[in-house]
């Protein structure tokens, strides 16, 4: 509170504050800082806003651009001195918490071949999708999940984890997705490295593929009381597959074409209690409306290309492009191509939403239910 | 109570009751009969025992026994005046309720191509396994369903729901499984024939399978409130699949083998809420350990050939041969093929017994846990 | 299916079995019965009725009459020879099973000052309701429960439990209600007599009323796994209380005037899994409308007195009588005083009706909703 | 990124970041910056520390101390200038976001006698807990709730509300409670003023305690799907007779004394989905241990005085004082009595822990689970 201004929020609306800064006000505000108390009505109107303001703004990150810089990091930088090779995404109006939106942190992290980084374990819960390369793998407590591009894997809040790329692989690159921001802001977020700095694979190759993976069959042993999806790993083609077979009976939403949610098979929940994730594909020529709600989502596109206009923002992207979706912002997706279909992959903090009772949602009801776009 | 002796249940147990016929108690308990009422020492051990006494007996109906006379029932009625063509199963302990152990019913249906049942609606809940033909399909509350070998679908409680066999089909033979006799025994069976005798199908054919049968992917709008799965349909090919991607990362059960349980992909529970379902698989000269439980057991063999041994009682089954485990008997299975696997289907009443709180399990613990049959 | 005749449940309705017998059917049906099986059209509209017919009858047994012979029990039969001195209630139509209606079992036990029963388990769950007498204690899995009138107590299925009288009490009668007909249906009855006949007391009396008996509170510790309710015993004068207090508030239902539940605090469920348990208030004067629904129930009149119609009969009933309401059959009830309240408890298998997908209701839609009553 | 250094974080510990500053890195940062993108390896080890350093001080706010300045607040402003006439408290660590600690925000509240504020709506959720003062009432959606010292009420994320006191009452001061700051930070914050500025009483007054307030019973008609409890009061006088009880008969935590938590009796989950409350009760002369877990907590005393170690600070507290408990800060109470118990009043983010799946707890080891307490 610098200054000597108090009313800077002051709204001429019945039901808001709307007092006017006096001498006699000043001094009594004085006296309230003093014992660590100030008077509401000096900010009320400021922390109870109208409706949503994101800090975030929407940002594309263009693959074109980052894949070099992530591939110098290689050269620069040894796996021992960094911990994790990786370029992560700053919102602009995030740079403080390091999120590439909202709560929700994203990076690029790039291996060789026959490196592998030392396992941890943390209170964020993470996920990566992997953008190009072959070989890479992830052991999470002491299962080996084996991942090709478009795949995704978890690796959930607590537990023990560590990625490399197979001798016989080549230099991989994928999408990290943590609630960083999110588990430092609730001040809940321990780090441990693992004692042996490498795991012990306990488990036959990916072995939760096999055993959760069956369509509308789960294992008679299927005691799983974790609070996250016991299928660490998501693969692109069965979800591809699934889209279309999807697509062919269903129109879809007319705000994200057709989108299916990545589940914990347990239960039908999300896949983690913060993060979820969903694939959506745009058939070809397809141009959704307008909506907005809260939560803030990372877009990467594993197929095809389009464009997006974010609150009144057009961003043109193409296949590894990555983008942000602010909580509240109006947001429309295009598919550019008439003959084949786009995919995006998507990770959000929708379970939070959801978990505290504050979802909400808006069909933008203007225009058809298109935004004007500039940019 | 008949007759003159109300003391046939005394046990000389501390705790049971003990009470020896007098002409005093003689004269009192013909009171209480006169009120509608009774002395409980009379009948206290008759209906608490010290474990359950299934009234159901093991039996295997061969189905080299009754093919032929299931196809006979074509000769013999017509779709119009059966209703449906159905053999039924008839356990010898559980004639007065037409069941085929416990509170199942089982039965086996036939029907020609180009025939189709009328629609009707039970509160009884229903599935088909389908045995033999091809053509076969289901309409439920507007969704077509096409079936082929070894497929089953759900008809639930509450549901609209036809059988029929394509024209372009052949002769079909199908298991069906009800909880007829449990609705029933409480009281609380209403059915209804639809107004059109037919109903329309409202939907894409086999949409469900498309929307809801991907594997860890819901649609994005899953909202589903009812008590069963949306999968209606199981089929066959991913089920073996699935059992034997399973077999390859797990030890199984040393009672059941490899076994997985058909779910419904919104909770994870089962398919419906008083039948459930699993399919198991059984190694080349797996041998399993006998146990027994709570519950009623419907098996009908999908693959191979074995045996099984039914509280002492040996019972060689093959491909196609349905049987039958009564509640708390010990039960063992084996694969009589030391180079092929062999697959059990299973229905049985395992969601009553779960949520009435009923479960119990008992390995046999003599003799290495293997019953000495006869049989 | 005794005899030559097949053919007693035709239905001439489209959709429904019609077949007459034949001596070529004849000749078949035999033949199916020597296989262990039969066909579905002889017994199809037997097993599938248009609505639920109960096997149980209306009942009202008078407190006026069952007392004397209550008491009377304890000169004829010592506890250690009946091991439960009770009276139970036998339904006309449920002889074979020890019911009072439905698959609900229910007795009138006796117990002497100073006595105390053997302590046992068994996988029924039961209740008592105390209807006279002072000092009556229950001790459930080493919690002590003190009783007073109309207070009831659980003592639910796996739990150690024993009944007693204070030395310093008089003659106490309560109503014992089980689900032990439904626990013998569903063939998963377990009976044991506790090793040393009599259990510890490891708590400190009516420890579990202070600990789960709070308005809007739960203790800090309250990790409760089980099924059933930790608030064993259900008093009352709180009920009664909370019972004036809500009908302050409500107009209550048409059909069952201002009636409470009673729910397991932890999670707002049913007292048990299958029994659950209400207390309802007639206002003076109140005359409800009748409905049906499934499900059986047995009702104690705790305070007051008036009438009740049943399926078109009428049973007058005071304070102490028990009645029955089969399941799907009509009943209202009317409080005979214009100036003082009745009070009825009930208990019901509705927990089951719902668990099962089972439950339906109906109102009376003739006649204002009232009964033409005959009896 | 102020200035030239990027390797403040740097530790020399394996498995984290530890990459010293050069030339070309810096280059390399810059570049990365261009494109609204970082190395990780820069922020790792401030971003994922080993465990949680909470923003927020302890801080004890004395009434004597703030009650002059509340109610001098109703000389210095109208409510219809200030909307509501509060003093706030104002964590030294959160003062941007108005917090008392972590995400919670908490002021003391006054009002006159015939005294209305205006009827709002907010996605925040808000409790209000009584310190002085009678005739104090809350509207929520219509249900009119009259409210006595130490108790409090809810106006839940999305209902209309509003406060007032009795034209027969005195000043009235409370303490409110919401996640304000919780919900900026989400970006999930609607709000709106009444249309009618007044909402109208729908319901008898105090209707909702009357219905889900009794102990152990529910309505019949219990159907509510709200996310938060519908039993909007809780009083202070069943509560103390609550811990008084449970007092008798449990020993307690050695953490917490004789604590109750204020749930949702419908399902016996917390009162809002991100405010939870509880009550505890500290016997005469109990000392507690310390422990530390995730979340942030604000005490009021509601009865005696003892005083808290925070973080090795020592903090005497009496009867209205306020103070917080920062997450993952140790923390143990004593009350100075030795034969008058002593209550706190406690609400926090629990509930959001949970949820999150970020609920961790540690107790003390060192010297005999006590704290050495300065100031």
């Not at 929407?58 to 021992?80: G, I, K, Q, S």
């Not at 209690?273 to 409306?289: C, D, F, H, V, Y």
């Not at 379970?351 to 009801?365: F, K």
Request: proline residues 6%.
């Amino acid at each position: 509170m610098a200054g000597n201004t108090y009313d800077s929020y002051r709204e001429s609306v019945a039901g808001r504050a709307n007092v006017a800064d006096t001498p006699a006000l000043a001094a009594y505000y004085q006296q309230l800082e003093q014992l660590d108390a100030g008077a509401l009505w000096t900010v009320a109107n400021k922390i109870e806003p109208w409706q949503p303001k994101s800090e975030s703004v929407p940002v594309l990150w263009r693959y074109r651009d980052l894949r070099e810089h992530v591939l110098r990091a290689v050269e620069l930088v040894t796996p021992e001195q960094a911990g994790r090779r990786v370029v992560y995404l700053n919102n602009p109006g995030r740079r403080e918490v390091s999120a590439a939106v909202g709560w929700l942190y994203s990076g690029l992290q790039v291996m060789n071949p026959g490196e592998a980084a030392s396992a941890h374990s943390h209170s964020a819960s993470a996920l990566r999708f992997i953008m190009e390369g072959t070989g890479a793998y992830t052991i999470v407590d002491g299962h080996k999940v084996m991942l090709g591009k478009n795949d995704f894997v978890l690796t959930p809040n607590g537990t023990w984890h560590e990625h490399g790329v197979a001798a016989y692989g080549t230099p991989c690159i994928w999408q990290d997705g943590l609630d960083i921001p999110l588990v430092n802001a609730m001040e809940a977020g321990f780090y441990a490295v693992h004692p042996d700095l490498q795991q012990a694979i306990t488990h036959p190759v990916d072995d939760l593929t096999a055993i959760w993976g069956a369509k509308g069959l789960h294992p008679q042993k299927g005691d799983w009381d974790k609070r996250y999806s016991p299928l660490f790993k998501y693969e692109w083609e069965p979800t591809y597959e699934a889209l279309t077979q999807y697509a062919r009976v269903s129109d879809g939403s007319p705000f994200d074409g057709v989108l299916m949610n990545y589940v914990n098979p347990v239960n039908g929940g999300p896949v983690m209690p913060t993060i979820g994730a969903s694939m959506q594909l745009l058939r070809p020529g397809e141009k959704t409306r307008a909506h907005r709600h809260t939560g803030s989502f990372i877009y990467q596109v594993a197929k095809g290309s389009g464009c997006s206009i974010i609150n009144g923002q057009r961003f043109e992207w193409t296949e590894r492009d990555i983008f942000c979706v602010p909580s509240w912002a109006f947001h429309e997706h295009s598919n550019a191509s008439s003959s084949d279909d786009a995919c995006l992959f998507c990770f959000s903090d929708l379970p939070v939403m959801h978990s505290l009772g504050l979802y909400r949602e808006e069909a933008l009801a203007e225009n058809g239910g298109h935004q004007v776009a500039s940019g």
